[in-house]
């Protein structure tokens, strides 16, 4: 069975890049869809964006200027990052494995890793 | 941008059956799916492409999808399941877009 790890820094500062990385474990990270997903404390789920295997992207229309995701395959891993955080970028982040057969939904997620930006 | 909405809580008596409601413009031509997710930990995908559960999800849970609504229904609701549930759909504009989380309390 697939499974997921967030990691990275707990703290970072404003305006400054949050950086995490995802390794999947127990299957490959190719032909699967991979996404990263936000959970600010105490309120819903946010998409951020997603990468395929071959390193197409699509983002949130509304973090797109600021976010980028990559894939290495030899790794099994993806990264996110995410310029010029603020306050409101405080979340509990997951990487997600995404089935997109028809519509497209998250089969398997990592346990989450929180993210704080404060000074 | 595409928007999914959903109640913020709804209440259902132990061994009753629990409907919590997500709504868009056109739902019903999209496929939607539904997450479980309990205090503290990831969510765990219950229903999928409408209708689908993943194995291992218990037959009291189901759901449907027509017009601007789709519905997960859970029947003999149990004090287990108590959590908060969202609603996702893929929008060709949007993408990947969730509801606001509905809290049943059971």
């Known amino acids: 069975q697939v499974q997921l790890q967030e990691s990275g820094p707990g703290l970072v500062k404003p305006s400054e890049t949050l950086s995490l990385t995802c390794t999947v474990s127990g299957g490959s990270i190719s032909t699967y869809f991979w996404s990263w997903i936000r959970q600010p404390p105490g309120k819903g789920l946010e998409w951020i964006g997603y990468?395929?295997?071959?390193?197409?992207?699509k983002f949130n229309p509304a973090l797109k200027s600021r976010v980028s995701i990559s894939v290495d395959t030899s790794e099994n891993q993806l990264s996110l990052k995410l310029t010029s955080v603020t306050a409101a970028d405080t979340a509990v982040y997951f990487c997600a494995r995404g089935i997109a057969v028809v519509g497209h939904h998250f089969d398997s997620w990592g346990q989450g890793t929180l993210v704080t930006v404060s000074s | 941008s595409y928007e999914l909405t959903q109640p913020p809580s709804v209440s259902v008596s132990p061994g009753q059956t629990a409907s919590i409601t997500c709504s868009g413009d056109?739902?019903?031509?999209?496929?939607t799916c539904w997450y479980q997710q309990k205090p503290g930990q990831s969510p765990v995908l219950v229903i999928y492409q409408d209708t689908k559960r993943p194995s291992g999800i218990p037959e009291r849970f189901s759901g449907s999808n027509s017009g601007n609504t789709a519905t997960l229904t859970i029947s003999g609701t149990q004090a287990i399941d108590e959590a908060d549930y969202y609603c996702q759909a893929w929008d060709s504009s949007t993408f990947v877009v969730f509801g606001g989380g509905t809290k049943l309390t059971v």
């Open positions: 056109k739902l019903g031509d999209k496929y």
């Open positions: 990468v395929y295997y071959t390193g197409t992207t």
